[in-house]
């Protein structure tokens, strides 16, 4: 997601953020419930700890304030898995003491992330606030990886599934996340209004964002072949098998 500087300046018009943030916290409460039950009815006891601070739905389609949840109803949570199988890579680091995370510090040689900087959104920091965030909501793609470690706050990233349709990403101190070039995607804060994320890069930070319609671009095409067109052929491999089990069994 392109950032740009940011400068300090006062905040000219926050609407209903006492409001909407009230709304959030009893949807984020109300999102660990839920998970938690649908873990314990599919009989999972195993704990992944990223789900702490990394979690994912599909969304559904209101006009409403983009800050808040926009969760379907029922609610469809999605599987950190399945988000690996669309591309999107999550980690869960130690937002407190990045500079000594080894963790932090494997990732960056492993995948030669040579350049780090932080951008802070809030309204505090960020000139016409309102009409700002709503240009980081613009669907986009970048021709490179897009990497972000939160570090404080949180915050949304929405990513298109192999159906093109919007999963909706939450990403809260110590998660972090990779989106791979080529991949449709917005960014947008919640309704706390603040988020400050190290940004990772290979080499320069050179990061520009292309606006949906861009499916001629190569990263676009590599997109498409290495997860979007490989995971509906597993999907059309599953459901297959499982006719075939059926058909064996009542034969």
Known sequence: MYLPDL??????EVDNVVHATTRIYESQEQNLVQL???????GSTEKDD????LQAWYMDDSDEDQRLPHHR???EFVSLEKLAG?????????ADNYETDDDLKKIRESRGYSYT????????NLPNYEKTIKTFFREHLHIDEEIRFCVAGSCYYDVRDINDCWIRVMVKKGGMIILPAGMYHRFTLDANNH????RLFVGDPIWTPYSRPHDHLPARKEYLESFV???AENTLEEKNCSVTGKASREG
Do not use: Y
């Open 7 to 12: 400068v300090v300046a006062p905040l000219l």
């Open 229 to 231: 067109h490989k995971a």
């Open 195 to 198: 988020v400050k994320v190290m």
């Open 36 to 42: 938690k039950s649908s873990k314990m009815q599919m």
């Open 50 to 53: 990223r789900e702490e601070v």
């Open 117 to 124: 900087d932080f951008r802070e959104v809030c309204p505090e």
């Open 86 to 94: 669309i591309g999107v890579l999550s980690w869960r680091l130690d």
């Open 73 to 75: 109803n029922p609610m």
